[in-house]
């Protein structure tokens, strides 16, 4: 129950990533804005926006396998 409680509050930091991740992208600072998603991508995984985003920055550093997974959810 405690677990079911902190998800929200994870997934509103995700989201709160989501503006910066996008600019990295845009400059092509790919590696950092795979940095700044990954350690929420658990908390994320049902966040379409926030998977898209994680799947280009995984993409464009070499993760091809993890850029797949993201994209697929």
Do not use: N
Request: aromatic content about 6%; hydrophobic content about 50%.
């Amino acid at each position: 129950m405690a677990a079911g409680l902190l998800l929200p509050g994870l997934a509103a930091a995700a989201a709160a990533e989501l503006p910066q991740a996008r600019q990295l992208l845009a400059e092509g600072r790919y590696a950092q804005a795979y940095e700044l998603l990954q350690p929420q991508k658990a908390a994320a995984q049902d966040d379409a926006a926030f998977q898209l985003l994680l799947g280009e920055a995984a993409l464009r550093t070499g993760r091809t396998q993890e850029s797949l997974v993201a994209f697929e959810r």
